[in-house]
């Protein structure tokens, strides 16, 4: 007879069990019946957030498609367990079903606490907590202006975080006298304000909300003390209370703070019931966090196939990047340990603030607090406990001159627990690749779990792989893909070389098969940095992705955009003018980039050569925005206009646009330009950062925005126009010629063995003796310089691509269109778009997919 | 099953796609390195534009390939299936050149696929 268990609550733990009975064989003898109270299947709670940053519910789930179609799982969507009857060993559902139970996990999770003030629920009063109430969220916050949040703690904050994004002005209201007051000490507290601050939030602390209050249509929240603050909407963040409603009313025993009491097997006090997750309490304690969950449901697991094994507890740490700050707690993060000391290192401007927990003798890491760069946290959470050998202050301080840099994964022992998440080891991610034959990080996460969950371990994890793979003697292979052997680097020295001009020959001599989308566009780039012929010339324009193919850059719809460049962000009334006509007479959508110009959007194919001929007679370029080549350098207005510049800092970004546009490179580079201090330009978010000094100019290489944000570091200081120039130029070439495909110069620099002074060495002290070819690439690339849109315009060969139909070049593409948005016009979504003519295609529904 | 005329061959770029407008439906036409033709919808079922016929192409092992120029998935070319994702499909046509024509026509059955 096969047996039944009954999963009563499909959130994140509910699915873990279910996952676990697969995998470890239960369902050979078991069928279970999952009731879940929410329409759709269980999804990453811990990712909520980042569904206001376009993640979809779909890609939110945790539940591969098909899992449920095995016949011994039986998941009841939208259908909540009414009640348990823990003698007749039955449930009942919301529909009405009764379903006989042999074993029976309650993991109902937990409801937000809304404090039982006056006012508090209504319109415009929410929680924080499912797919639902983001939904509602956005609706509520559609066309509003400001919000507030109540409660200060890791959840208030992302909340807060989502209001933010969604245009709200928003205000966090904290009771106690900090922020995150569970996770960080006083000081740690006011780091994190400082920072959340400086992102436009504001705070209120010690702030106890007493009544919200429905004044029109707006609401008006009372305090204790101090001015009311009018909102449009509140979210109540202020704390889980376990769902253990279903519990109590079938007479099972319940915790005094609330939780379904369970023992060390997390049974509860009814044969054969159990409970895991924010709905237990267990081993004294209710843990809103999702690792102790998933510990518990395999101990259920276990117990259920006849193991002994037992949760006794959890580690608490957390680590968190809220709204772009990090914050992290771990161990003893409140120095409790009798004889504990702690070590205190803060910078409260720059927001920084990092604390380590340490044993009486100072030995032994106890555990800590991080806030602002919490860079550090994957290596030190599993080091509490240990010894730490040499000086504390190396384990959180960035490398100093003279001493050694930081730690390195390698430091940690064996049996270290990476990715606490999973409760997965260094020594099984080790084994997984020395034994399992892991390569890289999605192999490791595939095999044993690690870094699936909150992500935070991940950074270790591949430090662990590439140091792995190094003992083992096994190099990552550098081939771009199935058509090349060669890396681009290789690629690029081959061309150069023997002069390689054509795909054809470059394919014949070193490739196979037909080539991809991966090491055409390579060797497009390749040829252009090394002869600077037009990209669309000889066989190359069959290589070029379409932004290079189109000289402008697709968008969702398959229109384009156009960008005139605009060195140095330094703009004439006359262009803008000419800007300003074109982009009317064309209709184009008008928006100021990131980048210190102005891009023009819906441009269709035909459209490209009539609006850059306006654009290209007014005297303008291409700004080349679709290819991997310089974009901007910003500038801001320096010493000519600014009462604190030291330098000409515009003058110096237009002559450093001019001279390096058009250069293709391995990925695209931007540059900034500060005229002092001050940093107005952000040159240090650059690829190249200049910021002027008394003195001259000092250099930064290797910045970034973008997914891994990075601040450059000083490369020279103090020096002249001249030698910036000619050392800018040496860094630039080199990168072009050995960085690998796609890679910016963080990546690169940080790749080469000796980093930032192999490249010192090589450019400035010329110990390769590469400067004079490095140099003379530079001249020959600033010589035959021409702007690709003026020879494609008077090129009838070039011109011929840009035409919608080949049997109806008059014919504009008619899927497209537009709906004014703000004056202007934005892409048809697809229900507001005309049926277009034709038969009804048979393709399945359109899906949203992130590149 | 009909033929419509298109273009002349030599309109056609070699190793790129262009596209047509074919009784009010579009179609990416290839001419690849071989000389081989192939017509595809020019719908890229992954964005719902209609771009197909602006991807790079190439092989994926012997299959002839066309990536997508919007989130780059590889489709054959021959058959129209996604190969990194088997479960989308672009509609195949069938093309010939006829006099110095290149031709197209639907095929019927592929509506049921
Ligand atoms: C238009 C613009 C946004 C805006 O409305 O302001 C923009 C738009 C795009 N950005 Fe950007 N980025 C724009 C400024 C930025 C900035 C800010 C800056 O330059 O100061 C950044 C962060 C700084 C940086 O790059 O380090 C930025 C970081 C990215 C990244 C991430 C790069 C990285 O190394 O992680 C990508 C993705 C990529 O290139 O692979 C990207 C890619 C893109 C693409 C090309 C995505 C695409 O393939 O369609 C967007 C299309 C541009 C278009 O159609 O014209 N964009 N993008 C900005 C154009 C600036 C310009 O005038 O050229
Ligand atoms: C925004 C946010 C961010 C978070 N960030 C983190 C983080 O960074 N790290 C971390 O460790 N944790 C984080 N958490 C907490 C984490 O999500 C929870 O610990 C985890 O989801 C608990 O899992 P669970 O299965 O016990 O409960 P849940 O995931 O809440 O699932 C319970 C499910 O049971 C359903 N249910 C309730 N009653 C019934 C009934 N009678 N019948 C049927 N179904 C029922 C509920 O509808 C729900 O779907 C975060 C939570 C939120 C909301
Ligand atoms: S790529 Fe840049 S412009 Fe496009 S959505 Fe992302 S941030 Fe905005
Ligand atoms: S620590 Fe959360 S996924 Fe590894």
């Given at each position: 007879m096969r047996k039944t268990l009954v999963v009563v609550g499909h959130g994140m733990v509910g699915h873990r069990l279910v996952e676990l009975a697969v995998e470890r064989g239960l369902t050979a003898e078991w069928d279970v019946v999952v009731h879940a109270a929410e329409s759709v299947p269980a999804y990453d709670r811990v990712g909520l957030s980042s569904w206001f940053r376009g993640t979809t519910s779909a890609e939110l789930s945790l539940v591969p498609e098909g899992f449920f179609d095995a016949p011994e799982l039986d998941l009841r969507l939208g259908d909540p367990v009414v009640a348990v009857d823990v003698d007749a060993r039955t449930v009942t559902s919301a529909a009405?079903?009764?379903?006989?139970?042999?074993?029976?996990?309650?993991?109902?999770?937990?409801?937000?606490?809304?404090?039982?003030?006056?006012?508090?629920?209504?319109?415009?009063?929410?929680?924080?907590?499912?797919?639902?109430d983001l939904e509602q969220i956005a609706a509520a916050a559609a066309g509003k202006r400001a919000g507030a949040v109540v409660g200060g703690g890791l959840l208030g904050l992302e909340a807060a975080d989502a209001l933010r994004s969604l245009g709200l002005e928003t205000t966090v209201v904290e009771f106690a006298p900090r922020l995150m007051p569970v996770q960080v000490d006083e000081a740690g507290g006011q780091a994190l304000r400082r920072?959340?601050?400086?992102?436009?939030?504001?705070?209120?602390?010690?702030?106890?909300?007493?009544?919200?209050?429905?004044?029109?249509?707006?609401?008006?929240?009372?305090?204790?003390?101090?001015?009311?603050?009018?909102?449009?909407?509140?979210?109540?963040?202020?704390?889980?209370?376990?769902?253990?409603a279903l519990a109590r009313a079938a007479g099972l025993m319940t915790a005094e703070r609330g939780g379904v009491l369970v023992d060390e097997a997390c049974r509860a006090s009814a044969p054969d019931v159990y409970a895991v997750g924010e709905c237990a309490s267990a081993a004294g304690r209710c843990w809103g966090l999702v690792a102790p969950g998933y510990d518990q449901a395999a101990v259920v697991v276990d117990r259920l196939l006849g193991g002994a094994s037992s949760f006794e507890g959890a580690d608490l740490s957390t680590k968190l990047k809220l709204m772009g700050i990090d914050v992290a707690s771990f161990g003893d993060a409140h120095a409790e340990t009798a004889g504990a000391l702690e070590l205190v290192w803060a910078d409260p401007v720059a927001g920084d603030y990092r604390k380590l927990?340490?044993?009486?003798?100072?030995?032994?890491?106890?555990?800590?607090?991080?806030?602002?760069?919490?860079?550090?946290?994957?290596?030190?959470?599993?080091?509490?406990?240990?010894?730490?050998?040499?000086?504390?202050?190396?384990?959180?301080?960035?490398?100093?001159?003279?001493?050694?840099?930081?730690?390195g994964a390698a430091a940690l022992p064996a049996s270290a627990q990476v990715c606490s998440c999973r409760d997965v080891s260094k020594a099984e991610i080790c084994s997984a690749v020395a034994q399992g034959g892991c390569r890289d990080v999605a192999g490791v996460k595939a095999c044993t779990g690690a870094g699936t969950v909150c992500g935070s371990c991940v950074g270790l994890v591949q430090d662990l792989v590439r140091s792995e793979l190094d003992a083992m003697g096994v190099s990552l292979s550098t081939a771009l893909c199935e058509h090349f052997d060669l890396s681009r680097a290789e690629m690029f020295e081959v061309v150069r070389v023997k002069g390689i001009r054509t795909w054809s020959e470059l394919l014949a001599e070193h490739g196979r098969g037909r080539g991809c989308d991966i090491?055409?566009?390579?060797?497009?780039?390749?040829?252009?940095?090394v002869f600077n012929d037009h990209?669309?010339?000889?066989?190359?324009?069959?290589?070029?992705?379409?932004?290079?193919?189109?000289?402008?850059?697709?968008?969702?719809?398959?229109?384009?955009?156009?960008?005139?460049?605009?060195?140095?962000?330094?703009?004439?009334?006359?262009?803008?003018?000419?800007?300003?006509?074109?982009?009317?007479d064309f209709g184009l959508y008008t928006k100021i980039t990131g980048g210190q110009r102005i891009d023009l959007f819906g441009a269709r194919v035909e459209q490209l050569p009539l609006v850059w001929q306006r654009l290209v007679d007014a005297g303008m370029e291409s700004g080349h925005a679709y290819g991997k080549s310089l974009r901007t350098v910003k500038s801001c207005v320096g010493s000519t206009w600014c009462r604190y510049g030291v330098q000409d800092s515009t003058t110096l970004a237009i002559e450093l646009e001019l001279r390096y546009r058009g250069l293709r490179s391995p990925h695209k580079v931007k540059m900034?330009?500060?005229?002092?201090?001050?940093?107005?330009?952000?040159?240090?978010?650059?690829?190249v950062g200049i910021i002027a000094t008394e003195n001259g100019w000092n250099l930064y290489v290797g910045g970034n925005g973008g997914f891994r944000p990075r601040h450059a570091d000083l490369f020279l200081s103090d020096v002249d126009t001249e030698t910036l120039v000619r050392i800018t130029d040496r860094i630039l070439m080199l990168y072009v010629f050995t960085a690998d495909r796609l890679q910016r110069t963080a990546p690169w620099i940080e790749g080469m063995e000796g980093g930032l002074e192999h490249l010192r060495a090589v450019v400035v002290d010329d110990t390769l003796g590469l400067c004079a070819e490095l140099d003379a690439a530079m001249a020959r690339h600033v010589e035959t310089y021409r702007d690709e849109w003026a020879e494609t315009l008077a090129d009838p060969e070039k011109l011929a691509r840009f035409t919608s139909f080949v049997n109806a070049p008059e014919v504009p593409d008619p899927s497209i269109a537009f709906v004014p948005e703000r004056g202007q016009i934005r892409p048809a979504r697809p229900d507001e778009k005309p049926l277009v003519a034709g038969p009804v295609l048979p393709i399945r529904e359109l899906r949203s997919v992130r590149a | 099953m009909t033929y419509r005329s298109i273009c002349p061959y030599a309109r056609l770029p070699l190793d790129r796609g262009v596209a047509a407008l074919v009784d009010?439906?579009?179609?990416?036409?290839?001419?690849?390195?071989?000389?081989?033709?192939?017509?595809?919808?020019?719908?890229?079922?992954?964005?719902?534009?209609?771009?197909?016929?602006?991807?790079?192409?190439?092989?994926?092992?012997?299959?002839?390939?066309?990536?997508?120029?919007?989130?780059?998935?590889?489709?054959?070319?021959?058959?129209?299936?996604?190969?990194?994702?088997?479960?989308?499909?672009?509609?195949?046509?069938?093309?010939?050149?006829?006099?110095?024509?290149?031709?197209?026509?639907?095929?019927?059955?592929?509506?049921?696929?």
């Open positions: 009405g079903t009764v379903t006989p139970y042999d074993a029976l996990v309650l993991a109902t999770g937990s409801t937000a606490f809304v404090p039982p003030v006056p006012g508090a629920t209504g319109p415009g009063r929410l929680v924080y907590r499912t797919l639902d920072l959340v601050e400086g992102l436009g939030v504001r705070v209120r602390t010690s702030a106890s909300t007493q009544a919200v209050e429905e004044t029109g249509d707006r609401l008006r929240m009372v305090f204790a003390e101090g001015e009311p603050l009018e909102v449009d909407l509140v979210v109540f963040s202020a704390g889980i209370r376990p769902d253990d927990v340490v044993s009486d003798d100072t030995r032994t890491l106890l555990g800590g607090i991080l806030v602002g760069d919490a860079s550090a946290y994957p290596l030190l959470r599993p080091m509490c406990g240990t010894e730490i050998a040499g000086n504390p202050a190396d384990l959180v301080l960035p490398a100093r001159e003279g001493q050694p840099a930081g730690i090491c055409k566009p390579t060797a497009a780039s390749v040829f252009a940095s990209v669309l010339g000889g066989d190359k324009g069959s290589l070029q992705d379409t932004n290079d193919h189109m000289l402008a850059n697709l968008q969702k719809d398959g229109t384009y955009s156009v960008v005139p460049r605009i060195p140095g962000g330094e703009v004439t009334p006359e262009h803008l003018i000419v800007i300003g006509e074109v982009a009317r900034g330009v500060s005229g002092c201090a001050r940093e107005c330009a952000e040159a240090r978010s650059k690829d | 009010g439906e579009q179609v990416a036409v290839f001419r690849t390195d071989g000389d081989e033709l192939y017509a595809v919808s020019n719908l890229d079922p992954f964005s719902g534009a209609m771009v197909m016929s602006r991807g790079i192409v190439g092989s994926r092992g012997d299959r002839p390939t066309v990536a997508s120029p919007v989130y780059k998935q590889v489709f054959d070319l021959a058959t129209g299936v996604c190969l990194d994702d088997p479960t989308v499909r672009l509609r195949v046509h069938d093309v010939r050149v006829h006099d110095g024509i290149v031709e197209v026509a639907f095929q019927t059955e592929a509506l049921s696929a």
